[in-house]
């Protein structure tokens, strides 16, 4: 079971359960594969916006050897989403 499914199991039973429509994004085999690393990061966002450079800046601070390292971006799955249903399509 999901993470933050587990967190409460009566709630996520009751929001799946509610009939609204819901858009879920699995973590894991889903947004799992969503993985960046910092010299992916320092190419692609670095010097293009402010959010860009803070984005850089704090992954490249979340651990002292990076060598070879990498970083699961979960939350970016439903921002994707959010941005073009496309990219993460549906069954």
Do not use: E, K
């Given at each position: 079971m999901e993470f933050n499914l587990r967190?409460?199991?009566?709630?996520?039973?009751f929001i799946f359960d509610c009939g609204v429509p819901l858009i879920h994004v699995p973590c894991y085999g889903v947004a799992s594969y969503l993985i960046t690393?910092?010299?992916e990061l320092e190419y692609y966002q670095n010097g293009k916006n402010p959010?860009?450079?803070y984005l850089v800046d704090i992954v490249r601070n979340y651990t002292d050897d990076?060598?070879?390292w990498s970083k699961?971006?979960?939350?970016s799955s439903t921002i994707?989403?959010?941005?073009?249903p496309e990219w993460v399509p549906g069954i």
């Open positions: 967190q409460d199991i009566h709630a996520s039973r690393s910092v010299p959010l860009g450079d990076l060598f070879a699961v971006i979960w939350d994707a989403w959010l941005v073009n």
